[in-house]
């Protein structure tokens, strides 16, 4: 009779009653790769050979030999390590990163694209030019209305500080360096992006969630060249320009309300901007509108082309869209203002 043990981490056989040649007989399955070498002691034969710790099921069947049966051992697949491997995958497959992330990343990977199709050529031009006609000639009238009843705003708040210490000749140059370099960039990129960021992220969204966009690629065209790269061309292009009208129509109304309210001759106004401002200011102007067009015009693409959930999502990418559109405005504002003026400035003691 054959009996057969399983001891971890040992496996034992011992053959009491038929052996051949020295050798027992024994049938098993899959146990190749942990048979090792074989030895017997004694008159009670033993084999032992080591295995690692599995689960393991005994069978016994006829064996056409001697008319005993033999032993039949079967493993059961019980890998702890893999199981453990299958979860952690599962963990992880269930796991997506954030929206905001995503979407964020989603901002930087468009800027990429539309900077190389415009470094290859890649630009639907009639598309741009009607963009263009929208950011420009459609948004002039609010942004010079903004502009000048924020100018006449400033006006007063410096002409009563600077009459009392009998600074009227330096009034025009400080209104001039604060429409110059803050307040004609910003105001006009923040009417815009109110505007045209709004309706371009509300455009893309309402085609992503209603697959027009999935249209455009089926038939051969890349959203990025068709959609985005015009729009964002076009607020490049149409902010630098809105900005020279906004800081020339604050100015004036600035002029008249000093003129005709706290008698500042509209001469001397003019004549202490002209003393205080350089090119420079004019340039690093129209440098911030043409970097706050870019940012205005990717983020609001960039979220319109990741819009989910019918017009709810729709409602949620614009406004979203606006705000971090605002807050990017502000932080490349001071960036900007940090490496353009550094330093003690002179610009108004030509005018004192």
Not at 117 to 129: D, S, Y
Not at 244 to 263: H, I, P, Q, R, W
Not at 306 to 330: D, N, P, Q
């Amino acid at each position: 009779m054959q009996t057969a043990s399983l001891l971890h981490p040992v496996f034992c056989f011992s053959n009491r009653a038929n052996k051949v040649d020295g050798w027992m007989k024994m049938k098993t399955s899959n146990l190749s790769p942990f048979l090792g070498r074989v030895s017997f002691t004694g008159k009670s034969q033993t084999c032992k050979f080591h295995i690692p710790v599995q689960r393991t099921r005994l069978f016994s069947i006829p064996s056409a030999d001697d008319g005993h049966p033999s032993v039949s051992v079967s493993e059961e697949n019980s890998d702890t390590n893999h199981a453990f491997n299958q979860e952690e995958e599962s963990l992880l497959s269930k796991w997506s990163p954030p929206r905001y992330l995503w979407r964020g990343l989603s901002v930087f990977i468009m800027a990429g694209q539309v900077i190389i199709r415009i470094l290859t050529g890649k630009v639907h031009w009639v598309n741009t030019l009607q963009q263009l006609e929208r950011v420009g000639p459609r948004s002039v009238g609010v942004c010079l209305l903004t502009a000048a009843f924020v100018g006449m705003a400033f006006t007063i708040q410096f002409v009563r500080e600077f009459t009392r210490l009998g600074l009227n000749r330096s009034v025009g140059g400080v209104l001039a360096l604060a429409f110059s370099r803050e307040l004609s960039p910003v105001v006009t990129s923040i009417v815009v992006a109110g505007r045209i960021g709004s309706a371009y992220a509300a455009e893309l969204g309402t085609m992503q969630v209603s697959e027009q966009t999935d249209t455009l690629r089926v038939l051969g065209t890349n959203p990025v060249d068709y959609l985005v790269t015009p729009r964002v061309i076009a607020s490049c292009i149409a902010l630098p320009f809105l900005t020279l009208l906004c800081f020339t129509v604050g100015m004036a109304s600035s002029a008249l309300l000093a003129d005709s309210v706290y008698g500042i001759s509209i001469n001397i106004i003019l004549d202490s901007a002209q003393r205080a401002l350089k090119s420079w200011d004019i340039i690093s102007a129209m440098i911030k509108s043409m970097a706050f067009g870019g940012i205005i015009s990717t983020v609001s693409c960039a979220w319109g082309v990741t819009t989910m959930g019918g017009a709810k999502g729709v409602g949620e990418s614009t406004t979203s869209a606006v705000v971090i559109s605002l807050v990017g405005i502000f932080i490349a504002d001071f960036a900007l203002s940090y490496c353009f003026f550094q330093g003690a400035g002179d610009a108004l003691k030509n005018c004192v």
